[in-house]
């Protein structure tokens, strides 16, 4: 059954509301396992309402067909020429704008609203934000990588000048360190040059230096 709606925790901003950060969780985990790092950047963001959703679950191929928390399907890992669950991706955009329709409707343009992730929640962000209409404040991509190239070669001309934060593990084995790199390079082709690239010495995790770097990042694209 498609998930018509997702499930999500709220980190309230902790002075007047305007900006809001929408924050995805990687392969079989939860919004849950991000509020810590909201609560360690919210004192530096006092105006941003985080919003960490759970992805719907769903039978994973990789995983010999197990339910997990998955924001689409996975056939395989660490190949550039992977087969993809588009259909997924896609329902799951759809799911993610939905929370962003929200905070339109609140007061909260998309030019105030980040878009980001972790793994799966990295790629599916960026599909998000590199085809949306209106741009968004910034894309941050955590370990994550780059989908369904076929439709982000043809990337609304005015998400251009999206900020993006891209970190990566220099010793992730699930997603290369290549391919983040290919990726970065890859935006450039398509005309997006506000990228700040930052590699750092851990596997397919996030570390404090990099979190570090995304809240001073996050401070540049959505002042106070």
Request: charged share 20%.
């Amino acid at each position: 059954m498609v998930a018509t709606s997702l499930e999500y925790i709220t980190v309230p901003p902790r002075a007047p509301h305007t900006a809001t950060i929408i924050f995805s969780h990687g392969l079989g985990d939860t919004g849950e396992s991000w509020r810590a790092v909201a609560h360690m950047l919210a004192g530096q963001l006092p105006h941003a309402k985080w919003i960490l959703p759970h992805a719907p679950a769903r039978p994973i191929t990789i995983n010999g067909g197990n339910i997990s928390n998955a924001w689409f399907d996975l056939f395989s890992l660490g190949k550039a020429d992977d087969k993809e669950d588009e259909e997924g991706l896609l329902q799951s955009a759809a799911l993610i704008k939905e929370l962003v329709k929200a905070e339109n409707d609140a007061g909260i343009p998309n030019h105030k609203i980040i878009i980001g992730g972790f793994s799966q929640g990295a790629a599916l962000s960026l599909l998000i934000g590199l085809t949306a209409e209106a741009r968004y404040a910034g894309i941050a991509v955590l370990s994550g990588w780059f989908p369904v190239r076929h439709k982000l070669q043809t990337a609304c001309p005015g998400t251009k000048p999206t900020p993006i934060f891209w970190g990566h593990g220099t010793r992730d084995p699930v997603i290369p360190h290549k391919f983040a790199s290919l990726s970065v390079d890859f935006l450039g082709t398509l005309g997006f040059k506000d990228v700040e690239f930052k590699s750092y010495d851990v596997r397919h995790a996030s570390d404090l230096r990099e979190i570090a770097h995304l809240g001073e990042w996050l401070r540049k694209v959505i002042p106070a």
